[in-house]
Structure formats: structure tokens, C-alpha cells
């Protein structure tokens, strides 16, 4: 047992009670109900995307009707 060697010191994280990890985990799902809301979707990425007009949802038919 003497033989233990150390290769990076240990950094101890500070321990959250329930109560903490479930109000940041409501602020996420708040978050991303809020997105889905306004841009249809739950991706930080394209919310941000088609916030800054980059970039244009495209709405495809899955049969589209011939004429």
C-alpha cells in the first residue's frame, strides 16, 4: 500500500444539495421550453442561428402534392 503514486493534484468540488440540483436543473428545462417557444427548437446553435437571420428554416413536405 505504500506504493501509491500521485500524478495530478486533487481538486474537491464543493457538494450541491437536492434542493440546488433541482432548481438548476428547472432553470435548464425553463431555458429550453422558452427556445422551443420561440424558434421551434431546443439547440442553442440554431435558436442562435436563426435569431441572427443567418440562416432560414426550411419546411420540406413529406409528399408534396404534384400539380
Request: net charge positive; hydrophobic share 35%; aromatic share 8%.
Amino acid at each position: 500500500m505504500s506504493d501509491i503514486e500521485f500524478f495530478s493534484k486533487l481538486k474537491p468540488k464543493r457538494l450541491t444539495s437536492i434542493n440546488e440540483d433541482i432548481k438548476n436543473s428547472q432553470s435548464e428545462i425553463l431555458a429550453d421550453r422558452a427556445r422551443y417557444a420561440k424558434f421551434g427548437t431546443n439547440s442553442k446553435k440554431k435558436a442562435a442561428l436563426l435569431e441572427s437571420g443567418k440562416v432560414e428554416e426550411l419546411i420540406r413536405e413529406r409528399f408534396p402534392e404534384e400539380d
